[in-house]
């Protein structure tokens, strides 16, 4: 289960992190597009700069599959994980993202802040500021509606693998992971605009979701909401595809291993 986790959560973050989505979302953004802040990021922060606010993340995206797996045998352990009803993984992955939510709320204020100013020396520093001023759980309501995302995620996935693949080890698996990612962001992304909103400048947005919300639909239209969306659906099918791919593998990994070892033992 170490293995899986660590082979879960640094292949789709390897792929997906370096996208400039946050960078995009802010309320005085200076950049004229997703090529453009790409280009400019590069430019003056080098490589380092895509991937500010990395440390730590991979273990949220390999809790989310760990808590995903326990909710779905809860509802019926005697069922295997692809035998289960649709409904059962849409409840599973609800599940999934409240409990990782917690963790992921000062996961990602530690890695917008990074991404968004340079008055930390790094995550460790910014994670104390965040302790010592009681913000760790800045913008955990939009956090909340954003990870409820892992829904229609998981349906995603199985409705592919279930209705359209035969091939559920490699490119099937790949195609089925990379829809789930676009279908999962397609769902919630308004939530992560306030969410970022919020994270950002939480004094400018210090009266909740609610009220961030409207000020924002109030002072820029509907398209804030959207704002940012081009590089996230770019990131989401790589992203995510090797994710999945990265998870199937380590489990059929683990699996043979493990029948390996009964063989061994019997023997």
Same mark, same amino acid.
């Given at each position: 289960?170490?293995?899986?986790?660590?082979s879960?959560?640094? #292949?789709?973050?390897?792929?997906?992190? *370096?996208?400039?989505?946050?960078?995009?979302?802010?309320?005085? &953004?200076?950049?004229?597009?997703?090529?453009?802040?790409?280009?400019?990021?590069?430019?003056? =922060?080098?490589?380092?700069?895509?991937?500010?606010g990395? #440390?730590?993340? #991979?273990?949220?995206?390999?809790?989310?599959?760990? +808590?995903?797996?326990?909710?779905?045998?809860?509802?019926?352990?005697?069922?295997? /994980?692809?035998?289960? *009803?649709?409904?059962?993984?849409?409840?599973?992955?609800?599940?999934?993202?409240?409990?990782?939510?917690?963790? &992921?709320?000062?996961?990602?204020?530690?890695?917008?802040?990074?991404?968004?100013?340079?008055?930390?020396?790094?995550?460790?520093?910014?994670?104390?500021?965040m302790?010592?001023?009681?913000?760790?759980?800045?913008?955990? !309501? /939009?956090?909340?509606?954003? =990870?409820?995302?892992?829904?229609?995620?998981?349906?995603?996935? =199985?409705?592919?693998?279930?209705?359209?693949? +035969?091939?559920?080890s490699?490119?099937?698996?790949?195609?089925?992971?990379?829809? !789930?990612?676009? #279908? !999962?962001?397609c769902?919630?992304? *308004?939530?992560?605009v306030?969410?970022?909103?919020?994270? &950002?400048?939480?004094?400018?947005?210090?009266?909740?979701?609610?009220?961030?919300?409207?000020?924002?639909?109030?002072?820029?239209?509907?398209?804030?909401?959207?704002?940012?969306?081009? *590089?996230?659906?770019?990131?989401?099918?790589?992203?995510?595809?090797?994710?999945?791919?990265?998870? &199937?593998?380590?489990?059929?990994?683990?699996?043979?291993?493990?029948?390996?070892?009964?063989?061994?033992?019997?023997?």
């Amino acid at each position: 289960m170490a293995d899986d986790i660590r082979s879960v959560g640094l #292949a789709g973050l390897a792929v997906g992190h *370096p996208f400039v989505k946050v960078r995009l979302q802010g309320r005085d &953004t200076r950049y004229k597009g997703t090529f453009n802040c790409l280009i400019t990021t590069l430019r003056n =922060e080098k490589i380092y700069g895509l991937y500010k606010g990395m #440390a730590g993340v #991979a273990v949220v995206n390999a809790l989310v599959f760990g +808590s995903f797996n326990w909710i779905l045998q809860l509802q019926d352990p005697s069922l295997a /994980p692809q035998a289960q *009803p649709l409904r059962h993984i849409f409840v599973a992955g609800l599940g999934a993202g409240i409990i990782t939510s917690l963790v &992921t709320c000062p996961m990602e204020l530690v890695k917008v802040q990074l991404q968004q100013n340079n008055l930390y020396k790094g995550p460790i520093d910014c994670l104390r500021h965040m302790i010592r001023t009681r913000r760790c759980f800045t913008g955990l !309501a /939009p956090t909340v509606m954003r =990870e409820l995302s892992f829904g229609p995620y998981f349906v995603a996935y =199985e409705v592919v693998t279930r209705s359209f693949m +035969s091939d559920t080890s490699g490119l099937g698996v790949i195609f089925a992971g990379g829809v !789930a990612g676009i #279908a !999962a962001w397609c769902s919630t992304y *308004p939530a992560d605009v306030i969410k970022t909103r919020i994270q &950002t400048e939480p004094s400018q947005y210090r009266h909740g979701m609610m009220a961030a919300f409207k000020e924002c639909y109030r002072k820029e239209g509907p398209s804030v909401f959207v704002r940012g969306l081009t *590089p996230t659906l770019l990131r989401a099918f790589p992203s995510n595809a090797a994710t999945f791919f990265a998870y &199937t593998w380590t489990m059929d990994l683990l699996s043979r291993n493990y029948e390996e070892a009964k063989v061994a033992a019997v023997l």
